[in-house]
């Protein structure tokens, strides 16, 4: 059995390594979560506030030994994505879709993927030891065990914390049979402060009776843009403006990154001629072929086409510019009845009254998708 100097050697050697690799911070914990952990997964669960992402259950995602039986140690890895503008700016222009900080260059799961990889070997290798890694690939809550491990602290956005990066890191995780000292848990600085719950554009985040935060998934852009695959409740629709994938309101807000620096990996640093805004007339017309060509090395491949359009067709509904016209219109014509259905609205939103009447005239007795029928009803009430 090692001894606990070895064992604390170990931990330093580990972290050092783990700089040299590329990561920015690194913490050690029990695979353990505590009590209430579960509980708030639980009464989220119940309320219905994690949406359709049906995936989200409770059993192996509170237990992280369960997900390998051999762990004795989460390594939690974390890598900076801080922006080096303010990701909020693009927000003025309506004409130019906004795509969320994390998703702007190369997919983040294969850059913490490569990284995690690299040390997950060099771990197994040097101590004889057994290491599996995880980056968004299996059930776990890695916000609270990064709190753990003194990453951070979840802030009333929910999201980790950390005093030297912000709002802006990407987390990975290394189980391992090394039994290694855990690191302290991080204490929450949140304060009073509510300004990402403030900053919130459809109200998504509280507070709850402890005064942390708590999140409803279904009022979340994020969530919408993203994870959620049918019809955007028409309600939520103007909040998303010229937003067409995540959101970053609430991060963007925190005062904790007025201490970070921006992002040192190449793969995951954003110019302004790269994806923070695209041309919404542009990114209308795109068939499956050309928008898996445009975007296979990027986050956004993983809500296909079909959503992608959807939000592309809203942000065009959004941004009152008449010359949105002719492209929404051959939208009606899609082969998807999510498409199509974002077009109806876009073109209500983006024509005149009479216009849109003549326009529901000729195409409502033509439509056969029930969900799209009920955009050109409902749409017409609207306008």
């Not at 990561?23 to 997964?41: M, S």
């Not at 080096?84 to 700016?89: E, F, G, Q």
């Not at 197994?124 to 030891?129: I, K, N, Q, S």
């Not at 990027?298 to 086409?305: T, Y």
């Amino acid at each position: 059995m090692c001894r606990l100097d070895d064992l604390q050697t170990a931990s330093a050697v580990i972290r050092a390594k783990a700089r040299a690799i590329g990561f920015n911070t690194i913490g050690f914990t029990q695979p353990a979560l505590p009590e209430k952990i579960r509980t708030n997964l639980l009464d989220f669960l119940a309320e219905g506030r994690h949406g359709d992402m049906g995936w989200m259950t409770a059993k192996r995602r509170t237990d992280p030994y369960s997900l390998w039986p051999g762990t004795l140690t989460v390594i939690i890895l974390g890598l900076s994505y801080a922006p080096a503008v303010n990701p909020l700016t693009p927000l003025r222009d309506p004409g130019r879709g906004t795509i969320s900080v994390h998703a702007r260059k190369r997919d983040y799961h294969h850059v913490m993927r490569n990284r995690l990889q690299t040390l997950g070997r060099w771990i197994c290798t040097t101590f004889h030891a057994e290491a599996k890694i995880f980056v968004d690939t299996a059930p776990i809550m890695e916000k609270p065990l990064a709190q753990m491990a003194g990453l951070g602290w979840q802030g009333r956005h929910t999201n980790l914390v950390s005093r030297r990066f912000g709002s802006w890191l990407f987390l990975g995780e290394i189980f391992t049979s090394l039994a290694l000292p855990p690191d302290r848990p991080h204490p929450v600085h949140c304060g009073t402060c509510s300004r990402c719950q403030d900053s919130c554009p459809t109200g998504a985040l509280t507070c709850g009776a402890s005064g942390s935060g708590k999140i409803d998934a279904r009022r979340c852009l994020a969530y919408l843009t993203i994870e959620h695959r049918g019809s955007i409740p028409s309600v939520l629709r103007p909040f998303l403006g010229n937003r067409i994938y995540g959101c970053d309101s609430c991060l963007a807000v925190c005062p904790w990154n007025k201490f970070t620096t921006p992002t040192e990996v190449k793969d995951l640093q954003s110019h302004a001629n790269d994806k923070q805004t695209l041309d919404l007339a542009a990114l209308a017309t795109l068939d499956l072929s050309v928008f898996y060509e445009n975007f296979h090395n990027s986050a956004l491949h993983r809500i296909g086409r079909n959503r992608f359009l959807r939000n592309v067709l809203i942000a065009i509904g959004n941004s009152g510019s008449y010359a949105m016209v002719p492209v929404s219109l051959t939208r009606l014509h899609d082969n998807s009845p999510l498409v199509r259905g974002a077009a109806v609205w876009a073109l209500s939103r983006l024509l005149r009254p009479e216009q849109f009447t003549l326009l529901r005239t000729r195409y409502l007795p033509e439509e056969r998708d029930t969900t799209v029928q009920m955009e050109w009803i409902q749409s017409g009430m609207e306008v």
